[in-house]
């Protein structure tokens, strides 16, 4: 029987401007899909809305640089997104885009409808403009230092460290990032959203929404209490939505991009004949917005806002599930720095489902950094999930097979330990029910895990190799027929496989979740076959991951052994001779307890000649390596300072931030 409740789902609108890496799914994506499929088996009325962002300057510079119009060039990344996604295992109701027919409408609906309520006013602003490329820079275009926080690099709307949004002419030090040369004031007229005119019913949601996540609204509400600015929603760009009556400047794309999550939804009841006012605009509906915590403040604070006010009885996110980054082996990903596994790079080695599981494994309910280990992702998938449920499925269907000619036995009265683990596992159910309905998928996996654990006790104790129990593998069959149910929308792809090897209908995905523990598979069903479901990760599939950060995480992971054994020798050396081998490497000369030759990655900072007779801290204890054909018998220390790969010159400069190179 259908339920009535409703349930709309969007994930943060992935930009179509580069391919993503493994911190990107963690954190909304996967998240969001897991939460889909739950209340889809839940029988809710689920919608599930995503499309890829399209407009904004990053877009229009990368296309430029490509020699590609921005329609080709986003029209490329969509096309990406959807196969990548498809492959990850994503199951949107649909994957729209920001660039669309119905996204310029409503647009331009709502810019209309907030600037007749009085949320919106025209005002003269300055704004920065590069003499030397002619041309105003809207805020992409522009970097420099954050005001809030001191943060280097950062762009003109937004700190990347901190969080802060801020308004034109507010970034410090700032450089045209086309030329480099410091950019000018010039006036000119932008529309602007009265963010703080909405203060009040923003405080009111945030106070009276329970469901919000509390580490979040607590930094939000301290926003709030600083004080709100009101935003600049207009840019002199030339890729986006024509502003009404400007022929230069175009909307914001913090504008038109949430606006997709409606346009979106408008597109697909269309197709599907439903009514999107449904979804957006009735009470019985509940919203979810998964998002990562670099856009908290547009979520929690902007988009509310932008609801509110066309007064258009618009409904505002029940919850909006934010999680923090992931690093890799301890440090941010970083493409410039060789630093990063995409997604692509994952699914040449390993099934989707492995990166499924290990996200879910290690992103708990909160906007807390979380850290992705190539050793630790090889435990606990072969600890975890093979050892525990891999090795209970292929043990129950082997049994059946072997002993009772792949057919369900005839279960005699079932005894206490029968019926004890019945009632064990379907309590367990509930709880992971009540986990997911919080969104709480991290210690809803692992509650999944120890029913898992519970009917592999059972098992265990009842010991069917040697009593060729019936009662044992007809409960067995059936309780893993639960955790199908109950671990697709963490790992579909192997629980669909485990679906058909037990010879059921239709797949894991698509049954109902109240009915997953009912006993279903009866006497004389037949399975089709009792294959390993899963292969262990071994240390050659690891390296071939580690092989994609090369020598960054070799250099690394040697450091670490030596400090680990507090046998690292360090030592201050002078650098006596230094030749170019590349762009990259240097061949250096170094007197230290001895002469050495040590290879070095500094050639892009560095010139071999302002190298000559400089001190540095060298290791001398590291086992000789050949690095492009030379043996390098020794590292130099390095640091990160200010972007820039700094060599340290005293034992003092060295801190946790040191690197070899």
């Given at each position: ?22 911190g ?26 995503c ?105 003109s ?6 969080g ?20 000018v ?98 009470k ?123 057919k ?62 019936p ?18 929308p963490f ?36 399975i ?12 050659e599939e ?6 994609v ?67 540095v ?44 190179l």
């Amino acid at each position: 029987m259908k339920r009535e409740r409703r349930i709309l789902i969007t994930a943060a609108l992935p930009y179509a401007n580069g391919k993503y890496h493994l911190g990107h799914a963690r954190s909304t994506y996967l998240p969001a899909d897991i939460f889909a499929r739950f209340q889809k088996l839940n029988k809710a009325d689920v919608a599930y809305i995503c499309a890829t962002d399209e407009h904004g300057t990053p877009i229009l510079l990368n296309a430029e640089k490509d020699r590609k119009k921005p329609e080709e060039y986003v029209k490329y990344w969509h096309n990406y997104f959807d196969k990548l996604f498809k492959e990850f295992g994503l199951i949107y109701d649909i994957f729209y885009r920001t660039h669309s027919k119905e996204n310029k409408k409503l647009t331009i609906e709502f810019f209309n409808k907030a600037k007749k309520n009085g949320y919106i006013y025209e005002q003269e602003i300055e704004q920065y403009y590069c003499e030397k490329d002619k041309k105003f820079l809207p805020d992409r275009y522009v970097t420099g230092k954050c005001p809030y926080c001191n943060a280097e690099d950062q762009y003109s709307d937004y700190c990347e460290d901190c969080g802060k949004a801020f308004m034109s002419g507010e970034i410090l030090n700032p450089k045209c990032r086309l030329c480099k040369a410091k950019p000018v004031m010039r006036k000119s007229m932008h529309y602007f959203f009265t963010l703080n005119a909405l203060k009040k019913e923003i405080s009111n949601y945030l106070q009276f929404n329970e469901y919000l996540q509390k580490d979040v609204k607590n930094y939000v509400k301290q926003w709030i209490k600083q004080g709100l600015k009101d935003w600049d929603i207009t840019r002199n760009l030339e890729w986006g939505f024509k502003v009404p009556g400007k022929k230069e400047q175009v909307f914001y794309v913090w504008w038109d991009a949430p606006i997709g999550y409606i346009s979106s939804t408008i597109k697909w009841a269309k197709q599907t004949k439903k009514n999107w006012e449904d979804y957006w605009k009735s009470k019985k509906t509940e919203i979810y917005h998964f998002i990562g915590k670099d856009i908290v403040y547009h979520h929690y604070l902007f988009w509310p806002a932008m609801l509110m006010s066309v007064k258009d009885k618009y409904t505002l996110p029940k919850m909006i599930p934010t999680r923090g980054y992931l690093n890799l082996e301890g440090r941010k990903f970083s493409k410039s720095r060789n630093w990063s596994i995409t997604l692509e790079d994952f699914f040449k080695v390993f099934p989707a489902d492995y990166l499924r599981f290990y996200l879910t494994m290690i992103t708990p309910q909160a906007s807390s950094d979380a850290n992705f280990s190539l050793n630790e992702f090889k435990k606990r998938i072969n600890d975890d999930l093979i050892a525990n449920f891999g090795n209970l499925s292929r043990r129950a269907l082997y049994f059946i097979e072997k002993f009772f000619d792949k057919k369900v036995p005839k279960p005699t009265e079932l005894d206490a330990k029968d019926k004890g683990v019945i009632t064990d596992v379907k309590k367990q159910h509930e709880k992971i029910t009540k986990l997911l309905e919080e969104v709480r998928l991290m210690k809803a996996l692992q509650e999944v895990l120890k029913c898992s654990s519970i009917i592999n006790t059972y098992f265990q104790e009842k010991e069917p190799w040697k009593t060729k129990n019936p009662n044992c593998l007809y409960v067995t069959l059936n309780l893993i027929k639960g955790l199908c149910i109950e671990l697709s929308p963490f790992i579909p792809f192997s629980t669909n496989e485990l679906w058909k090897s037990i010879g059921l209908k239709g797949k894991a995905e698509e049954q109902d979740w109240s009915k997953a523990f009912e006993l279903s598979i009866k006497a004389g069903h037949e399975i089709k076959s009792s294959k390993p479901l899963y292969k262990l990760v071994s240390d050659e599939e690891i390296k071939k991951l580690k092989r994609v950060l090369g020598k960054n995480l070799e250099l690394k992971e040697e450091l670490v052994e030596l400090k680990n054994f507090k046998k690292i020798k360090l030592r201050i050396g002078s650098i006596q001779r230094a030749e170019r081998i590349n762009d990259k490497l240097l061949k250096l000369k170094v007197l230290a307890d001895r002469e050495r030759i040590m290879i070095a990655g500094i050639g892009e900072q560095y010139n071999p000649k302002e190298l000559l007779g400089k001190k540095v801290v060298v290791i001398i204890n590291l086992k000789p390596k050949v690095i492009a054909g030379i043996k390098s018998e020794g590292m130099v220390l390095a640091a990160e300072k200010k972007g820039r790969i700094v060599l340290l010159t005293t034992m003092k400069d060295i801190t946790e931030n040191a690197v070899v190179l």
